[in-house]
Protein backbone atom coordinates (compact mmCIF):
# COMPACT_ATOMS: atom_id res chain seq x y z
CA UNK A 1 0.00 0.00 0.00
CA UNK A 2 2.61 2.81 0.35
CA UNK A 3 4.18 1.98 -2.39
CA UNK A 4 1.46 2.55 -4.19
CA UNK A 5 1.52 5.83 -2.51
CA UNK A 6 4.49 6.94 -3.24
CA UNK A 7 3.98 6.10 -6.68
CA UNK A 8 0.97 8.12 -7.00
CA UNK A 9 2.37 11.21 -5.46
CA UNK A 10 4.05 11.34 -8.81
CA UNK A 11 0.75 11.01 -10.69
CA UNK A 12 -0.65 14.07 -8.80
CA UNK A 13 -1.38 17.24 -11.45
CA UNK A 14 0.82 19.53 -11.20
CA UNK A 15 -0.65 23.34 -10.19
CA UNK A 16 -1.02 25.64 -12.62
CA UNK A 17 2.16 28.13 -13.64
CA UNK A 18 2.18 31.54 -12.21
CA UNK A 19 3.27 34.75 -13.88
CA UNK A 20 6.60 35.64 -13.04
CA UNK A 21 6.95 39.76 -12.24
CA UNK A 22 10.06 40.04 -11.25
CA UNK A 23 13.19 41.20 -13.73
CA UNK A 24 14.88 37.73 -14.48
CA UNK A 25 18.77 37.18 -15.35
CA UNK A 26 20.17 33.82 -16.33
CA UNK A 27 22.92 33.07 -13.41
CA UNK A 28 23.92 29.46 -15.37
CA UNK A 29 22.10 26.83 -17.40
CA UNK A 30 19.95 25.76 -14.85
CA UNK A 31 19.75 28.48 -12.38
CA UNK A 32 18.14 31.80 -12.49
CA UNK A 33 17.47 35.13 -10.51
CA UNK A 34 14.37 36.46 -10.23
CA UNK A 35 14.27 39.77 -8.18
CA UNK A 36 15.14 38.17 -5.06
CA UNK A 37 14.49 34.62 -5.68
CA UNK A 38 16.85 32.46 -7.16
CA UNK A 39 15.92 29.61 -8.95
CA UNK A 40 16.79 25.88 -9.93
CA UNK A 41 15.57 24.60 -13.13
CA UNK A 42 13.87 21.30 -12.00
CA UNK A 43 15.08 17.86 -12.81
CA UNK A 44 18.35 18.77 -15.09
CA UNK A 45 21.96 19.60 -14.82
CA UNK A 46 24.33 21.52 -17.32
CA UNK A 47 28.05 22.15 -17.17
CA UNK A 48 29.99 23.77 -14.80
CA UNK A 49 31.90 27.00 -14.82
CA UNK A 50 35.20 26.75 -14.52
CA UNK A 51 36.19 26.07 -11.09
CA UNK A 52 33.12 25.41 -10.31
CA UNK A 53 33.00 21.50 -10.07
CA UNK A 54 33.46 20.54 -6.99
CA UNK A 55 35.66 18.20 -5.94
CA UNK A 56 34.53 14.79 -6.28
CA UNK A 57 31.53 15.26 -7.99
CA UNK A 58 31.22 14.04 -11.30
CA UNK A 59 30.17 17.22 -13.59
CA UNK A 60 27.90 17.24 -16.87
CA UNK A 61 30.57 17.36 -19.35
CA UNK A 62 30.30 20.11 -22.26
CA UNK A 63 30.36 23.74 -22.65
CA UNK A 64 29.04 26.02 -19.85
CA UNK A 65 29.04 28.70 -21.93
CA UNK A 66 26.82 27.85 -24.62
CA UNK A 67 24.60 26.20 -22.30
CA UNK A 68 24.41 29.69 -20.26
CA UNK A 69 23.26 31.28 -23.72
CA UNK A 70 21.08 29.13 -24.87
CA UNK A 71 18.94 29.62 -21.32
CA UNK A 72 19.39 33.09 -22.09
CA UNK A 73 17.82 32.52 -25.73
CA UNK A 74 14.46 30.01 -24.63
CA UNK A 75 13.99 33.31 -22.22
CA UNK A 76 12.96 35.64 -24.90
CA UNK A 77 10.48 32.77 -26.24
CA UNK A 78 7.56 34.65 -24.14
CA UNK A 79 6.57 35.88 -20.14
CA UNK A 80 7.86 33.39 -17.91
CA UNK A 81 5.89 31.82 -15.57
CA UNK A 82 6.54 28.93 -12.94
CA UNK A 83 5.61 25.88 -10.93
CA UNK A 84 7.34 26.15 -7.53
CA UNK A 85 7.97 22.47 -6.06
CA UNK A 86 10.58 22.75 -3.25
CA UNK A 87 13.26 24.09 -2.03
CA UNK A 88 17.08 22.44 -2.28
CA UNK A 89 19.75 22.51 0.76
CA UNK A 90 20.89 26.27 -1.00
CA UNK A 91 17.85 27.65 -0.53
CA UNK A 92 17.05 27.94 -3.92
CA UNK A 93 13.60 27.54 -5.83
CA UNK A 94 12.99 24.30 -7.54
CA UNK A 95 10.53 25.16 -10.35
CA UNK A 96 9.36 24.22 -13.31
CA UNK A 97 9.56 27.64 -15.32
CA UNK A 98 8.40 28.76 -18.65
CA UNK A 99 8.82 31.03 -21.17
CA UNK A 100 5.77 31.52 -23.36
CA UNK A 101 4.53 27.82 -24.13
CA UNK A 102 8.31 26.59 -23.63
CA UNK A 103 9.61 24.37 -20.69
CA UNK A 104 12.94 25.82 -19.93
CA UNK A 105 14.16 22.66 -18.54
CA UNK A 106 12.54 20.66 -22.04
CA UNK A 107 14.47 23.14 -23.99
CA UNK A 108 17.45 22.88 -22.22
CA UNK A 109 17.36 19.15 -22.62
CA UNK A 110 16.59 19.53 -26.27
CA UNK A 111 18.99 21.80 -26.77
CA UNK A 112 21.60 19.36 -25.93
CA UNK A 113 23.09 21.69 -23.09
CA UNK A 114 21.93 19.31 -20.13
CA UNK A 115 21.51 16.38 -18.52
CA UNK A 116 18.09 14.78 -16.87
CA UNK A 117 18.47 14.08 -13.27
CA UNK A 118 16.26 11.88 -12.29
CA UNK A 119 16.84 12.32 -8.46
CA UNK A 120 16.27 15.82 -9.04
CA UNK A 121 13.06 15.55 -10.60
CA UNK A 122 10.45 16.10 -7.68
CA UNK A 123 7.20 14.73 -8.85
CA UNK A 124 8.61 13.75 -12.00
CA UNK A 125 7.14 16.63 -13.14
CA UNK A 126 9.66 17.17 -15.60
CA UNK A 127 9.74 13.34 -16.60
CA UNK A 128 5.72 14.07 -17.31
CA UNK A 129 6.72 17.52 -19.44
CA UNK A 130 8.84 16.29 -21.95
CA UNK A 131 8.94 12.20 -21.64
CA UNK A 132 10.57 11.94 -24.82
CA UNK A 133 13.53 13.84 -24.00
CA UNK A 134 14.21 11.94 -20.22
CA UNK A 135 14.28 8.62 -21.94
CA UNK A 136 17.19 9.51 -23.95
Known amino acids: M???ALACAACSPLPAPVPIEATCTVTDGDTIRCGEERI???GIDTPEKPGRCRAGRECVPGDPFASTQSLVEAMENGPLS???IGEDHYGR???LVRA???DL???QLAE???AYVARWDNKKAVARTCPDLVSR
Open 82 to 84: IIR
Open 100 to 102: GET
Open 105 to 107: SCY
Open 40 to 42: RLL
Open 2 to 4: LIL
Open 112 to 114: GGA
Open 93 to 95: TLA
